[in-house]
């Protein structure tokens, strides 16, 4: 039987080197930028329009987290949706970000009525300072998706990279709610699956583009301990996977935590 042997040559040091993936410019430069300088960078957080819940972050929702609006229906989830796609306008002579929102909506609870209606009560607050914020441009600045069914709104989220790509200014997404056509599936571990994938896209997105995504879920029954609790919807891995969640409760208090034996009181009854 014939053997050939292989010679196996280990590069020098020098080529070795030399052979060594390229770091990029960015990856280099990791020390270029301290906390003190991120502080110092300029507005990057939307106003809720709910003082107590501004000031518990600091002056808003920053940009780059996933925020969690949950509870029943006509608690005000939509509402505080409407309102942060216009406050993300506010002009940078005001303090705000000057930006733009993307509304998708699943379970058809857009209005423009009181879309408008809130745009204009921005504008009267506003108008000394900028008097050119108008409710019409404010109005030209949402742009709104149907998204009635979980294909619709896979697609437009995975596609969102070109949008932004179009449209640099957008610095909120709304998902109204991120729990309807999920939900429609049967099938657990498909809908598991559809989740992650939707995340995985969030994610990755906030970070290329440095904005703000929200969305809406309800509340579901859970039976734990032989006894049925009442709990969020999808799941608790998509608990841990946003940043923050608030809680709308049917007596206008806001509760903020990831569960609500956890959660704090925000806002006392008016």
Partial sequence: M?????RVC????????ERRPSVSHENREIFNKSCWDISQSG???????NKALDTHFGGGISLGHLVELIGNSGTGKTQMCLQLCLNVQIPKAAGGLEGSALFIDTNQDFHPDR??????KLQRQYAHKVPEFTAH?????VYHVKCHKLHQLMATVLSCHRH?????YIKLIVIDSLAFTLRMLEDGAQRYEMLLELHESMRRLQCQHELVWVFTNVLTHRYVRKKFQVEPALGDLHSHLINERIWFASSS???????WRTSRLIKEPE
């Fill in 43 to 49: 507005t990057n957080k939307i106003l809720t329009g």
């Fill in 253 to 259: 208090e806001l509760h903020l935590g990831k569960s």
């Fill in 137 to 141: 441009k404010m109005l030209q600045k």
């Fill in 164 to 168: 932004l790509a179009e449209h640099p």
């Fill in 10 to 17: 280990e590069p020098s040091q020098p080529e070795a080197i």
């Fill in 115 to 120: 879309l408008q209606e809130l745009a204009l």
């Fill in 2 to 6: 014939n053997h050939q042997l292989v």
